[in-house]
Each structure stands twice: as structure tokens, then as C-alpha cells.
């Protein structure tokens, strides 16, 4: 992904190399699968100010009003462990390592919506590797799929704001 990025060779070794340490760590720090069934798990009322003590790599601040979020005193951290692990990484991992990683993140999640060569490289590690699948649906299915799952979305922040979609 990072080579049909535009990164060459070594860059994108680099940059695979440093988005596998970041994920594994982050990984580590996260609840699993069974700890997040638990709701008491996921509720940790914390006071913006302390989280911004508790990651001071992260600009919360700026983060909060560049997001267009109303003034809060507190939040929710579903994962105190992983705010605190992200926060070493933060300080740990250089630049360039970050730059890989949010391009990774980007173009992964957006491969759908890319040239052949995006889709294929996607489909080869999270269809074929991690799911078994033989071929890659044909694009008409794909695009159907992506729809519905759109319209799904849409309509469950709809239905949870109590509004509904217009007729």
C-alpha cells in the first residue's frame, strides 16, 4: 500500500516496518475482544484536564477545537491504557514514522475507493490472507455492499439522533 502510495522502495519498507511497531504497541495497550463486552470497562469519566496531563504529546486542546467539539469538562476514555501507551508513542517514534502511518491508515481505509492496484493489494492481505476469500467480488457487488453499508450507517445516525431521513 505504501509503494502504490507513492513512497519508494526503501521508504515504504521503512514505513511498513514502523506503522507494524506502532500498531503492535497501540494493539497491546487496547482491551480485547471480551474486556470490551464489559460496559464498566468502557466507562472512565475523566476530566479534560486531566487527560491532557495524562497525554501531554497530544495537543487535546487544539485537537478538541479544530474538531469543532463544544467546550467539555470531561470525556469519556474507553481505554485509559491506550491513551497513556499512545502518548509513549508519541513521544517515542519519529516524524517520518507518523507520516507512514497516517498514509497507511489513509490509503488503507480508502482502497475501495482507489485504481485496481489499491483494491487488489487490499484485498489480497484482508480478503485472501486474513478471511480465505478465492477472488475479489466483482466491482458492481462491491459497490452495491458499500451502499447499503452507507445507507446503513446513515440511517442509524439518524434513528439515534431522533431524527429521520428526509422522504
Known amino acids: 500500500m505504501l509503494r502504490l502510495s507513492g513512497l519508494g522502495a526503501r521508504r515504504a519498507r521503512a514505513g511498513a516496518d514502523a506503522v507494524l511497531r506502532i500498531e503492535t504497541s497501540l494493539a497491546r495497550a487496547s ?4 474486556e470490551r463486552r464489559d460496559p464498566r470497562r ?7 484536564a486531566e487527560l491532557a496531563r495524562t497525554a501531554p504529546g497530544f495537543p487535546l486542546g ?3 477545537a479544530a ?9 469519556n476514555v474507553t481505554e485509559p491504557a491506550f491513551v497513556a501507551e499512545l502518548d509513549r508513542q508519541l513521544a517515542r517514534e519519529p516524524l517520518d514514522a507518523w507520516k507512514a502511518y497516517l498514509r497507511w491508515h489513509l ?5 475501495s475507493r482507489l485504481s485496481s ?9 484482508y480478503g485472501t490472507k486474513l478471511r480465505g476469500a478465492k477472488e475479489l467480488p466483482p466491482r458492481w457487488k462491491r459497490c452495491v455492499r ?7 450507517r446513515r440511517w ?4 439515534w439522533s431522533g431524527s429521520s431521513l428526509p422522504p
Open 31 to 34: 482491551l480485547s475482544a471480551p
Open 42 to 48: 468502557l466507562w472512565n469519566r475523566t476530566p479534560v
Open 62 to 64: 487544539e485537537y478538541l
Open 67 to 75: 474538531s469543532g467539539a463544544p467546550s467539555v469538562e470531561w470525556v
Open 107 to 111: 490509503v488503507r481505509s480508502r482502497a
Open 117 to 125: 492496484p489499491f483494491q487488489q493489494a487490499h484485498f489480497a492481505f
Open 146 to 152: 458499500e451502499t447499503d453499508a452507507l445507507l446503513a
Open 156 to 159: 442509524a445516525r439518524c434513528s
